[in-house]
């Protein structure tokens, strides 16, 4: 299993090639997150929504 940062989670929504290219070529296809970076998406999604 490989986990994914905030970063790395927010490149791949972008749809960055890079990121895409490199779990694609993951042996392993199981890909997930940690609580912690759940919560840093789930916050700035709500920082975006109370700006807007």
């Known amino acids: 299993m490989h986990l994914l940062d905030t970063e790395t989670l927010t490149y791949l929504h972008a749809g960055h090639p890079k990121v895409i290219e490199r779990l694609s070529g993951l042996a392993d296809p199981d890909v997930g997150i940690t609580i912690i970076t759940k919560i840093e998406v789930l916050r700035g ?8």
């Open 45 to 52: 999604r709500m920082d975006y929504v109370l700006k807007a």
